[in-house]
């Protein structure tokens, strides 16, 4: 099954090649995220009840997700159509949603448990008004409950996105094994 489908589709390289060359601000990157990279966020998700992936992409995150948290719904989320197909060829039985990550946050609010965003969008390469009303969406979210928190990476020394007052950012590590390295940051109320 494994080599069947990868003889049906491209490698994940190649279709992120693709999906840069077509939408370089919202793809942010050439490269997949490193297995490292992708261990460390899933296992910031440990405890959860509902993890939803923002900007799976091509799945490594997805992966180590599912290898992580066996059992633990998942809600995988893509806006581009032929990577929201990739993730659906590969993980048939998987939620995976080809919509904005806005939509989806916005339609879980009222969810209750310990909800945990994980999330890839590269909001420094997002057009502004994405960026800003996706990241008005998240905080939105965040602050209706103590039980969900944000998990998003960055290559940036910076926290991804300014928060309001009420919830706090925290760096918890720097994952050098993957390129560029990457800051793991978690957003949610404070304390
Ligand atoms: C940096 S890539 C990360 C891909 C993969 N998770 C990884 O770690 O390699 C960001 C992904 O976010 C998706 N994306 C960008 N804006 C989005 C939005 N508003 N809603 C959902 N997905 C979005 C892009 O299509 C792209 O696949």
């Known amino acids: 099954m494994a080599s069947m489908f990868r003889l049906a589709t491209p490698s994940a390289h190649l279709q992120l090649l693709v ?20 261990n460390a966020l899933a296992s910031a998700a440990d405890g959860a009840d509902l993890v939803v992936e923002l900007g799976a992409g091509t799945g490594p995150v997805t992966d180590a997700l599912l290898t992580r948290l066996p059992g633990v719904p998942l809600i995988a989320v893509e806006l581009q159509a032929a990577l929201a197909q990739r993730l659906r060829h590969r993980y048939p039985s998987m939620d995976v949603r080809e ?3 806005r939509q989806v946050v916005d339609s879980l609010f009222d969810r209750p448990g310990r909800i945990v965003l994980v999330s890839s969008l590269p909001f420094r390469s997002l057009p502004a008004h994405v960026a800003s009303e996706t990241a008005h969406s998240l905080c939105r979210f965040l602050a209706h409950s103590p039980e969900r928190k944000l998990v998003q990476f960055t290559y940036h020394p910076r926290a991804p996105f300014a928060a309001p007052r009420h919830l706090r950012w925290k760096r918890t590590s720097v994952i050098w094994r993957n390129t560029p390295p990457a800051g793991i940051w978690e957003l949610r109320l404070a304390p």
Request: charged share 10%; aromatic share 0%.
């Open 99 to 101: 919509a904005t990550a």
């Open 19 to 38: 999906a840069m060359l077509r939408n370089p601000g919202s793809t942010g990157t050439l490269l997949p995220s490193s297995r490292a990279l992708a």
